[in-house]
């Protein structure tokens, strides 16, 4: 029996250099079981990353104006509760510079987080405690110091660097 195809995913490290580095997180108020995430989604047929990831960055935070730098890894770990398999390329992007450090938005569209209310926030860097999902375990590829105490490393199971 074959499995079925990854689900192909980019996630977002959307970083604000200024005053010091902090990273774009968001909490769900109606779920806080899904722990804090950075942006993340999935990819359409035919759209590359960097264009997907910068949708999913407004979509899910309302957020514009950010800059894909580059790629920092593809990470081939199944969904942690479902198991079902997935693949996905986490970017760099830079901040704009300007802008509040937390608000609000009410995703739209008709996906499956529309209607969904997200608190977000950059929060500063290293972050003071783990992402949902093993999210942030790719942080160190962009600066070593920026790993959460506690973080998941880099596994070889899946993970392929790109730097």
Do not use: K
């Amino acid at each position: 029996m074959t499995s079925p195809p990854p689900r192909v995913r980019v996630a977002a490290y959307v970083i604000r250099r200024h005053p010091s580095p902090a990273l774009l997180v968001f909490d769900q108020p109606a779920f806080p079981e899904a722990g804090t995430q950075v942006p993340a989604g999935g990819v359409a047929p035919g759209e590359d990353p960097e264009r997907a990831v910068l949708r999913e960055v407004a979509e899910e935070t309302g957020l514009r104006g950010a800059r894909a730098v580059r790629r920092i890894a593809v990470d081939g770990r199944p969904h942690p509760e479902t198991r079902q398999p997935r693949l996905t390329t986490y970017l760099l992007l830079d901040a704009p510079p300007d802008g509040p450090a937390e608000w609000e938005h009410g995703v739209q569209g008709d996906g499956g987080d529309a209607g969904m209310r997200f608190v977000c926030r950059f929060a500063p860097l290293p972050l003071a405690s783990p992402l949902a999902d093993a999210q942030g375990a790719h942080l160190r590829r962009v600066d070593p110091r920026w790993a959460a105490p506690g973080e998941a490393a880099d596994r070889p199971d899946g993970v392929r660097p790109l730097s």
